[in-house]
């Protein structure tokens, strides 16, 4: 097939290669969601497992979560004061640092950060479990895998990431607040005065509909990479990065479109 | 009963079932043989519709398999024991746990039931006391008597056996051979078992079949396989790579792929 390819039209080919892969990938990937929807009617199978996953996925993942978004909000108050110095009031830094780590930060840094930790994580467990035959073993106990694995680990992302955003929003500006008393000497009062400039209570939502749909995508991807797994120790190691980077990417994705479709004027 | 119908698969080019049609009658055991990759794991594996045929099919019971329901098909697996030949234990969880898994999910037990299954099946394989171990504190042999613990502990109406003794010390080989006989005898299981040893062949089988060439080569009573003509039958019941070579026309046989090559 290649042999016969003439030469200049062989970069051709490639490309109509990878791009056909690609939309090979999203069918499969389509038809794995499909099947992921139907599966959510097999509530006895799913039900009892989704508080374990809640914990194991989303509780566990709180720390490096708070860790990332208490840095952030250092940075974000250090940086705006130096951004303003002289031209803007001071107390501007509680309106940028608020805005952002809400908007921002908060949900892409937690989801990046979440994509390695709880999106790696599934795809080596379920990808170890595939090349094992521990998913035919599944099938054959009469468990349908899809309603036992895949469910209840993007239901506890779902319901978990906004809670974990929450949570580094939250700490974001603490950290972003103690920094300005402590290093800008700025007041509390000050601080609070512009967090609540340009605030509005949409911006929370708007947080969470962003962390809701990464973790939509973390464990989606990393539960398809797992099943999608061929080939022992280094097909396991292949699916995990791809899950990492596929993600990771997606959340970016993600990031723009949501800014694009819910914060244009 | 189980019947595999003219089973044609392949893997992209990889010609591995050929028109494959075997057929396990109610109550008999049958072993299947056949050299290593010759496509007895993928054979068993469309008994139980973990792979789609390309053409033919797989009946059990009467029941087309390849083109049942999602829902029917649990149904008919309910039905049926699979030992995989490496296990294949949730590593999760520990021994019990495993063969818990396939008890609650046939319903119908109570929990003091599926603690009295569990020990009555660890029992079978010998291994009494290993409840509370996860699969990576096994060895190899204690792991596969795990998995084939698994699969007896429901009452399944069928048994597919995926090589229960290789990798097994003579008396434990003996020990899951006299189970194997038992769960026919006085449960009246059907069972197909994949196997490499003859001699657990000739004592377990009602009937034994060779897989060879993606087909089923030879089929017939363990005393007609033992005084088979055939020569590569003959050789690989004697274990002599000659008569094989000599009955292939020369073709190499591990390259296993006889059937594939013969198509480029
Ligand atoms: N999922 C798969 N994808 C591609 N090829 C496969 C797949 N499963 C099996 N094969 C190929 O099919 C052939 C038969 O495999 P199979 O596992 O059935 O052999 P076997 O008869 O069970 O051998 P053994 O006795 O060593 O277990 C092998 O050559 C294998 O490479
Ligand atoms: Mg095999």
Redesign the pocket.
């Known amino acids: 097939m290649t042999a016969r390819t003439a030469t200049w039209a062989r970069p051709f080919a490639a490309v109509g290669r990878s791009a056909g892969g690609f939309f090979a990938a999203f069918g499969r990937f389509g038809t794995f969601f499909v099947e992921m929807l139907r599966s959510l009617r097999d509530v006895g199978t799913w039900v009892p497992l989704l508080v374990g996953q809640m914990r194991h996925l989303g509780v566990d993942s709180i720390p490096i979560a708070l860790f990332l978004a208490a840095f952030t909000g250092i940075v974000l108050a250090l940086q705006a004061s130096y951004t303003f110095t002289g031209a803007v009031p001071l107390y501007f830094v509680g309106a940028l640092v608020g805005k952002t780590m809400i908007l921002e930060l908060g949900p892409v840094l937690s989801g990046l950060a979440l994509s390695g930790r709880v999106g790696a994580n599934i795809a080596a467990e379920l990808g170890t479990m595939r090349v094992s035959e521990q998913i035919d073993a599944l099938e054959t106990l009469a468990y349908n895998p899809v309603a036992y694995l895949v469910v209840p680990r993007v239901l506890a992302g779902i319901l978990m990431f906004p809670v974990i955003v929450i949570f580094a929003n939250a700490i974001g500006i603490v950290a972003g607040w103690i920094t300005a008393i402590n290093l800008l000497q700025m007041s509390t009062d000050d601080f609070i005065r512009g967090l609540r400039l340009f605030y509005e209570p949409f911006d929370i939502t708007f947080s969470l509909i962003k962390a809701t749909s990464f973790g939509l995508v973390v464990t989606a991807v990393g539960c398809f990479e797992g099943f999608a797994t061929k080939g022992g120790a280094e097909g396991v190691g292949r699916s995990t990065t791809r899950a990492v980077v596929i993600s990771s990417m997606l959340i970016l994705v993600f990031d723009a479109f949501w800014a694009v479709v819910l914060l244009q004027p | 009963m189980i019947e595999m119908i003219d089973l044609h698969k392949s893997?992209g080019p990889?010609v591995?079932l050929n028109g494959l049609s075997l057929r396990v009658g109610e109550g008999d055991t049958v072993a299947l043989v056949?050299f290593?990759?010759?496509?007895?794991?993928?054979a068993l594996k469309h008994i139980v519709g973990l792979l789609q045929p390309d053409m033919g099919t797989v009946r059990v019971d009467g029941t087309d398999v390849p083109s049942l329901s999602r829902p029917d098909l649990y149904e008919l697996r309910r039905r049926v024991g699979y030992v995989f030949?490496f296990a294949a234990l949730f590593d999760s969880m520990t021994v019990a746990e495993n063969l818990a898994m396939g008890l609650i999910k046939h319903g119908g037990f109570s929990k003091d039931e599926i603690e009295e299954r569990i020990a009555d099946s660890l029992e079978r394989v010998e291994l009494e006391g290993y409840e509370e171990n996860f699969p990576a504190e096994l060895s190899g042999g204690q792991r596969k008597r795990a998995g084939l613990a698994r699969a007896i502990a429901f009452g399944p109406k069928y048994l597919l056996y995926d090589?229960p003794t290789s990798g097994l010390d003579p008396v434990t080989t003996t020990v899951i051979d006299r189970l194997i006989l038992k769960m026919r005898d006085e449960l009246g299981v059907t069972s197909l078992v994949i196997t490499?040893d003859m001699d657990s062949a000739y004592c377990i089988s009602d009937r034994i079949a060779m897989l060879y060439d993606g087909r089923v080569l030879q089929e017939g009573t363990p005393e007609e396989i033992r005084r088979s003509q055939h020569p590569v039958v003959k050789g690989f019941v004697e274990g002599r790579p000659e008569l094989v070579e000599e009955g292939s026309g020369g073709m190499r046989i591990f390259a296993?792929t006889p059937a594939s090559r013969r198509r480029i």
């Open positions: 893997f990889k591995v056949g290593s990759g010759a496509g007895k794991s993928v030949q090589e490499h296993n």
